[in-house]
């Protein structure tokens, strides 16, 4: 089965706070996708990772970064939370760039 | 990614065979009928994937017209956890790396 697990289901931060979301998956996968997710808007990409310290940017890089050192975990940092940050950050992950991506659960992310 | 339209809302009842249509009359050949569903407060979870066979796996079967213009997947059992917004998107395989979701069916299974 595929597992993509994202380290909190909820988190409440405050403004100004360096804030790290983290993912990981089990199954060897290339690529690995950082959403987020926001009533009325969609699904909107951040940040991905077609392997082992890369990464590109998305439709919506700005105010974060990625890391991953490792395949199996990639990390999005939100630099100095705001609260239009304040969102579902979705985490998902495929096996390469012609098979589905499958997601985590999310992490519902409050910024004060 | 090829527009797809879907119904905003359907009901099924428990134990019963959930269809959900999904209209994509701009398909272009190499594009693919994947479906998607999100359960309230969940990620998304990918259910399967076609071009023009039909498809089954342990969660639902995904049934191509022949002209690909529409596609339906079924859910053969519908459960009360299987209560979520259902998600049809038309794209190529090597499309690229965002996925979009688009309104999507708010499925509602009922005891």
């Known amino acids: 089965d595929v597992k993509v697990t994202q380290s909190s289901r909820y988190l409440v931060k405050r403004t100004g706070e360096k804030v790290f979301l983290e993912c990981v998956q089990d199954?060897?996968?290339?690529?690995m996708f950082w959403y987020r997710q926001d009533p009325g808007l969609g699904l909107r990409l951040i940040y991905f990772s077609y392997d082992v310290k890369m990464k590109e940017k998305g439709d919506i890089p700005e105010g974060y970064s990625v890391s991953r050192e490792k395949k199996e975990r990639f990390s999005l940092i939100l630099e100095s939370a705001s609260t239009n940050q304040t969102s579902m950050y979705l985490c998902?992950?495929?096996?390469?760039?012609?098979?589905?991506?499958?997601f985590g659960d999310g992490t519902r992310l409050s910024i004060l | 990614d090829a527009k797809t339209t879907q119904p905003p809302s359907m009901d099924c009842a428990e134990g019963r065979a959930a269809n959900l249509p999904c209209n994509h009359s701009?398909?272009?050949?190499?594009?693919?009928v994947y479906w998607y569903r999100q359960i309230h407060s969940q990620g998304p979870q990918y259910i399967i994937h076609g071009l023009k066979n039909n498809e089954t796996n342990e969660m639902a079967s995904l049934i191509i017209t022949e002209d690909r213009k529409s596609s339906t997947l079924i859910l053969p059992h519908a459960t009360l956890r299987d209560t979520a917004v259902y998600y049809c998107i038309v794209r190529e395989l090597n499309a690229g790396n965002m996925l979009t979701f688009g309104g999507g069916t708010r499925l509602m299974v009922k005891p």
């Open positions: 998902a992950s495929r096996i390469s760039y012609i098979t589905p991506q499958h």
């Open positions: 701009t398909i272009s050949g190499n594009e693919y």
């Open positions: 199954m060897d996968h290339e690529n």
